[in-house]
């Protein structure tokens, strides 16, 4: 019997390889959030392979959407990139990662606000809720490096402390390109609790913001055991908060 020369067992093991990735499990790509994020994210009940499958997502014990799918989009390596298309209970985007870039396109997604903004300590007490809207045409992190623009609408904002006020208002966040930081600039898009700030977020420096807040004309009495939470003050002053986030 002729023996099969090493050219042949080279192309043979690179094909039973890319079999074999071809095949990793779904919940192979949960495990590696899970121990990124500490086990605060998990994909529940994976289905399919890292290339295409799906999931429920759930952070800190609450589910973030019935299911986020992934497609992988081969075309995406003719630029050194993984490329996924990604599908949410609402909305959907294309995401690509390359060596030291991140690259987020087309996306509008939809996201409840209440498990997010439970990961802070300090906004727990405020019991919040609402919808989170995110959308860009274009978001790229590229070699440490901003551009593009992507905005971060919060719909139907609630508190928990002033269940009579429902909803507080709609915001809108906005990150723009600013040397080698994005620039956060927050603003109220309607609703009697008015928000308004700016901030910065940099790899190293993390995110740093400054956020006002104030009862519209007529709902200061309304708004009062909310504000009182944040700072004190008369019921038509305005409260301040700093954060700094690394």
Same mark, same amino acid.
């Given at each position: 019997m002729r023996r099969l020369g090493t050219l042949w067992w080279v192309v043979l093991a690179i094909l039973i390889l890319i079999f074999l990735l071809l095949r990793l499990p779904a919940s192979l790509l949960g495990s590696v959030l899970e121990g990124q994020s500490g086990g605060k994210l998990q994909l529940v009940a994976a289905e399919g392979t890292i290339w295409q499958g799906s999931a429920q997502p759930v952070l800190q014990g609450a589910a973030l959407a019935e299911r986020l799918s992934w497609n992988w989009q081969p075309k995406a390596l003719l630029q050194g990139k993984l490329g996924y298309q990604i599908k949410l209970d609402q909305g959907s985007a294309l995401l690509n990662v390359g060596l030291r870039s991140l690259e987020l396109r087309d996306a509008n997604l939809g996201l409840p606000a209440a498990p997010l903004l439970q990961l802070d300590n300090r906004s727990k007490a405020y019991g919040l809720? /609402?919808? &989170?809207? %995110?959308?860009? *045409? !274009?978001? +790229?992190?590229?070699? /440490?490096?901003?551009? /593009?623009? &992507? &905005? &971060?609408?919060? !719909?139907n904002a609630a508190s928990s402390l002033v269940p009579a006020v429902q909803p507080l208002g709609d915001y809108r966040a906005t990150l723009s390109p600013a040397g080698e930081r994005w620039q956060l600039q927050l603003t109220t898009l309607g609703g009697p609790l008015q928000l308004s700030g700016q901030g910065s977020w940099d790899a190293k420096q993390g995110l740093q913001a400054e956020v006002g807040l104030?009862?519209?004309?007529?709902?200061? /009495?309304? %708004?009062?055991?909310?504000?009182?939470? +944040? *700072?004190?003050?008369?019921?038509?002053s305005e409260r301040r908060l700093r954060f700094n986030f690394r």
């Open positions: 809720a /609402g919808q &989170l809207q %995110l959308s860009t *045409g !274009r978001f +790229v992190w590229q070699a /440490g490096k901003p551009e /593009g623009q &992507l &905005l &971060l609408d919060w !719909r104030k009862a519209a004309n007529g709902s200061e /009495g309304l %708004l009062a055991p909310f504000l009182s939470q +944040v *700072g004190a003050g008369a019921p038509d």
